[in-house]
């Protein structure tokens, strides 16, 4: 059964499509608009402004994550596997949408400040996530090394975007959750 989606979604896909290609202010409302068939003011009909509909992109994804893991971490009391489903699930999510990391990486500080401070809590909540699990696995010595792992797993996983459209995600996701496991399981000096 074919998967459908909301004019809205169908709306921010395309915008993170562009956005990721272009860049923010590279892309116009009637360039986002003529890309999903409509014209650019009837895209305000879902979207307060060209800053709203990034914001709801942005804070969308960063809720997604921190939602699944704390799923994740609800799910699996034993660390081991809290970090294998944590890589599985951030890398699918890496694969499947490259563009969104690449417009995080770039369009963040395009934000209206009470979206960023937003997408900036969910991203430290769902970093703790992964500092708490790398501190039960043993796998660093005190919070700051845990920080400092994640955020290095984090730059492993999100280097995607540079070559999604090289490999298949088949080919991809295995090397990736390979290297990111082994580089958190690495002990430094």
């Given at each position: 059964?074919?998967?459908?989606?909301?004019?809205?979604?169908?709306?921010?896909?395309?915008?993170?499509?562009?956005?990721?290609?272009?860049?923010?202010?590279?892309?116009?409302?009637d360039?986002?608009?003529?890309?999903?068939?409509?014209?650019g003011?009837a895209?305000?009909?879902?979207?307060?402004?060209?800053e709203?509909?990034?914001a709801?992109?942005?804070?969308?994804?960063?809720?997604?994550?921190?939602?699944?893991?704390?799923?994740?971490?609800?799910?699996?009391?034993?660390?081991?596997?809290?970090?294998?489903?944590?890589?599985?699930?951030?890398?699918?999510?890496?694969?499947?949408?490259?563009e969104?990391?690449?417009?995080?990486?770039?369009?963040?500080?395009?934000?209206?400040?009470?979206?960023?401070r937003?997408?900036?809590?969910?991203?430290?909540?769902?970093?703790?996530?992964?500092?708490?699990?790398?501190r039960r696995?043993?796998?660093?010595?005190?919070?700051?090394?845990?920080?400092?792992?994640?955020?290095?797993?984090?730059?492993?996983?999100?280097?995607?975007?540079?070559?999604?459209?090289?490999?298949?995600a088949?080919?991809?996701?295995?090397?990736?959750?390979?290297?990111?496991?082994?580089?958190?399981?690495?002990?430094?000096?």
């Amino acid at each position: 059964m074919p998967v459908t989606t909301s004019r809205r979604e169908q709306i921010l896909a395309e915008a993170a499509r562009l956005f990721a290609r272009h860049g923010f202010h590279g892309v116009s409302i009637d360039g986002i608009g003529a890309a999903v068939g409509v014209s650019g003011p009837a895209l305000y009909r879902h979207f307060p402004s060209k800053e709203g509909l990034l914001a709801e992109m942005l804070v969308g994804i960063s809720e997604h994550l921190l939602a699944g893991g704390q799923e994740l971490a609800a799910e699996h009391g034993d660390p081991d596997a809290l970090l294998d489903a944590l890589i599985a699930f951030h890398t699918d999510f890496a694969l499947r949408q490259p563009e969104l990391i690449t417009v995080q990486d770039r369009d963040l500080a395009n934000l209206p400040d009470a979206a960023r401070r937003r997408v900036r809590g969910l991203q430290r909540a769902y970093v703790e996530i992964w500092v708490d699990a790398l501190r039960r696995a043993g796998l660093a010595a005190g919070e700051e090394t845990a920080r400092v792992g994640a955020h290095a797993a984090f730059g492993l996983m999100n280097s995607t975007p540079r070559s999604a459209g090289h490999t298949r995600a088949a080919v991809a996701a295995p090397v990736l959750v390979a290297m990111t496991r082994a580089a958190l399981h690495a002990r430094p000096g």
